[in-house]
């Protein structure tokens, strides 16, 4: 796609409706809303005419999982990130990431860490006949904050000359990173460009140090090794890596035993004698549900907060906390909940799998079922569809 292609009506409607979901009840969203054709008429004009510049922050703190401070972009902005991420720069940043980089992608996210995390594990103890190894940690300090803009910059520019996309994108992506200090965590753009600052760093830990069990989410990432000496060596490595790009580590970074088990994004990870991998929450995620119930069951009486709030905050915890080996738990506090809202709330099933993992269990379920019915015949179907005819839609 041109630049030209990106300014037209039709891209940026598209991009405003994709904008506006969830978000339809907000002042900035609904303002839009009510004059949608000739707001969107205006910016595709101020787009062509490279006279767009985007418009103030609203700042305010988030506390969960810890205190952060989010720039979110007025709607407008909203929409240009929006046509800018879909149909340009998620494309041209995300081809090269490795397995491993989780964070902020289509098909991944937090449960494909987790899982990722438990089959290094299993896989390794699997190699190795026991749990005798050791973990790097690492968290870099304030990472967002942290990125500097002439790096980022030369980054960006050679991936997009490298896959030859219009350099007009590279003008406008630089008007939003000279916006402010380091990367704002509300744009949309800036979960992907923090995602590419670490993308050769990944590649050097995978590739060039031949590091199996890896994984990264954001800021957040583990090395599991067989020795610690091994990792002290490749912390001196990650620290040169780190102060070139002018970012440092925080004090969490430790090496430690296999056998402790492993923190990462909000649950315990450990190996049992015989080799299974049991993921537990974290302390400070029980202690965040065990604040939320005492408040609710203060709150909801006073009429100070509504039944169906009480069921989405719950439940969305409730869908978290499932990626791990906690059922017992959500259990006690879904009826500590019906007892405060008066209604029977249920705990979730236990997520062990990502999409694609239970996709592929399903067809080898399949299999199994037409080996024992003696049907030996394959079935193309299973694993590679049949094309698609151009005159259907790809949503149909």
């Known amino acids: 796609m041109t630049y030209q292609e990106m300014c037209e009506f039709q891209t940026l409607y598209e991009a405003y409706l994709e904008a506006r979901k969830g978000k339809r009840s907000k002042p900035g969203t609904a303002q839009y ?3 949608a054709l000739i707001c969107t008429d205006k910016l595709s004009y101020v787009l062509n005419q490279k006279t767009y510049k985007p418009s103030g922050f609203e700042v305010f703190y988030v506390y969960e999982p810890k205190k952060r401070l989010v720039q979110a972009p007025a709607f407008v902005d909203k929409v240009v990130l929006h046509a800018l991420t879909d149909n340009v ?7 090269s990431f490795i397995r491993d980089n989780h964070a902020s992608q289509r098909g991944k996210g937090t449960l494909d860490a987790i899982v990722r995390l438990k089959d290094h594990m299993v896989d390794y103890y699997r190699k190795n006949g026991s749990a005798d190894g050791w973990v790097l940690k690492c968290d870099v300090h304030h990472f967002f904050a942290s990125i500097d803009h002439d790096i980022l910059k030369a ?7 490298k896959r030859g996309v219009d350099m007009a994108f590279y003008d406008l992506m630089c008007i939003y990173i000279d916006k402010t200090d380091g990367l704002p965590l509300g744009y949309q753009t800036s979960q992907l460009l923090a995602l590419m600052f670490l993308d050769e760093f990944d590649h050097y830990i995978k590739e060039d140090r031949g590091c199996r069990y890896y994984g990264r989410y954001m800021d957040d990432f583990y090395v599991i090794a067989r020795t610690k000496r091994e990792l002290q060596f490749l912390l001196k490595d990650i620290e040169r890596w780190m102060s070139d790009l002018h970012l440092e580590l925080n004090s969490k970074t430790a090496i430690f035993p296999l056998k402790n088990g492993l923190d990462f994004l909000g649950f315990h990870s450990y ?5 299974a991998c049991v993921q537990k929450l974290r302390r400070s995620e029980i202690q965040r549900i065990q604040t939320r119930v005492k408040y609710w069951e203060k709150a909801y009486p006073a009429g100070e907060v509504t039944r169906e709030a009480v069921i989405t905050s719950f439940v969305a915890w409730d869908a978290f906390a499932s990626y791990g080996d906690t059922y ?10 019906s007892v405060i809202i008066g209604v029977d709330v249920k705990p979730r099933r236990k ?3 990502t999409r694609s ?27 590679q569809p049949e094309p ?9």
């Open 388 to 396: 698609r005819p151009d005159s259907i839609p790809p949503w149909m």
């Open 33 to 35: 809303e009510a004059n």
């Open 271 to 275: 190996l049992t004698e015989s080799g």
């Open 89 to 95: 720069l998620y494309d041209t940043i995300c081809t």
């Open 328 to 337: 017992a738990l959500r259990l006690k506090y879904a009826k500590k909940v």
């Open 351 to 353: 997520i062990n799998s």
């Open 357 to 383: 993992v239970r996709a592929l269990r399903r067809v080898k379920q399949e299999q199994n079922i037409r080996r024992k019915r003696g049907d030996i015949t394959p079935r193309k179907d299973l694993f």
């Open 155 to 161: 980054k960006l520019r050679a991936l997009m000359q």
